[in-house]
């Protein structure tokens, strides 16, 4: 079956980093363009970073621009979230996600979800 598995997550002062993890299985991952999505408490669930298959191409909200960096590493089904400069407003559960089509910003355009690993910024 497809599993996507986050980690990485924890509790961090702002200003600091973290790299997110989602090891995915079950599925070719070479060939889809994946994504990270993010859903602070008692938000909905918010677009963050994709990047396509082969790893050139990658796009970012304006939230997260500048601040952090998505890759993927194919040769281990495995796709990276460097997250820098954190700032208590990234407080969330982070989501990998494998693309199907449409906008890459609406969560109907994914099919498969990871649980989720929380991200917490504070002093």
């Known amino acids: 079956e497809v599993q996507l598995q986050a980690s990485g997550g924890g509790l961090v002062q702002p200003g600091g980093s973290l790299r997110l993890s989602c090891a995915a299985s079950g599925f070719t991952f070479s060939n889809y363009t994946m994504s990270w999505f993010r859903q602070a408490p008692g938000a909905g669930p918010e677009w963050v970073s994709s990047i396509n298959r082969g790893g050139g191409s990658a796009a970012y909200a304006d939230s997260v621009k500048g601040r952090f960096t998505i890759s993927r590493d194919n040769a281990k089904n495995t796709l990276y979230l460097q997250m820098n400069s954190l700032k208590p407003e990234d407080t969330a559960v982070y989501y990998c996600?494998?693309?199907?089509?449409?906008?890459?910003?609406?969560?109907?355009?994914?099919?498969?979800w990871g649980q989720g690993t929380e991200v917490t910024v504070s002093s």
């Open positions: 996600a494998v693309y199907d089509s449409g906008s890459v910003r609406y969560t109907g355009s994914y099919t498969y």
